[in-house]
């Protein structure tokens, strides 16, 4: 019976050294992150690479959902202009897309409604300059892109109440 329970503590100790944490970490992929891990496209035109190294992107790929490029608006906590750590990987991609197509870039900064006018044109235009910050750091030329703020003037979406105000703090990158 000892002997018994000590195969099979070895075999549970085996099985556990096999399925435990993965050695390298997981990044959060798919449809809803505008991230993915592809490595080619069905067309053959070229590679987006993989989150964290950089890729070859093509203007094709600011239209195609699976793309992160196909993602042009980040979002902000209230009353920040800090980027957030779940667009990173996207920003990247628009930095190496920019840097390498020469393509203009407007960065169009925006609030929600609460706050001074004079505050939220303030506020926009502190989000537009970290991500364009964000983007000269990753390889993107100052030249390439431009600065716009409109404060809580054109709202994403109509309404009060934390869902609403929530989209309403963004940078759109317009191509």
Not at 101 to 113: I, K, N, P, V, W
Request: charged share 20%; glycine share 10%; proline share 5%.
């Amino acid at each position: 019976m000892t002997k018994t329970i000590g195969i099979l503590l070895a075999v549970l100790a085996t099985a556990l050294l096999l399925t435990g944490c993965p050695s390298k970490p997981v990044s959060e992929t798919g449809p809803g992150t505008g991230v993915e891990d592809r490595v080619g496209r069905a067309d053959g035109a070229t590679t987006t690479g993989l989150p964290g190294r950089p890729g070859v992107y093509t203007a094709a790929d600011l239209n195609d959902p699976s793309s992160p490029l196909y993602q042009r608006v980040i979002y902000f906590d209230y009353d920040r202009a800090e980027i957030q750590p779940q667009y990173t990987e996207i920003l990247r991609a628009h930095a190496s897309y920019v840097a390498s197509s020469g393509a203009a870039l407007t960065l169009e900064g925006h609030t929600d409604e609460r706050g001074t006018r004079e505050y939220n044109l303030a506020l926009g235009e502190q989000r537009a300059d970290a991500v364009r910050r964000f983007l000269v750091a990753e390889g993107a030329t100052d030249g390439q892109m431009r600065q716009l703020s409109y404060g809580e003037e054109r709202p994403a979406v109509y309404g009060q109440g934390e869902a609403a105000w929530a989209l309403n703090r963004r940078v759109e990158l317009l191509y």
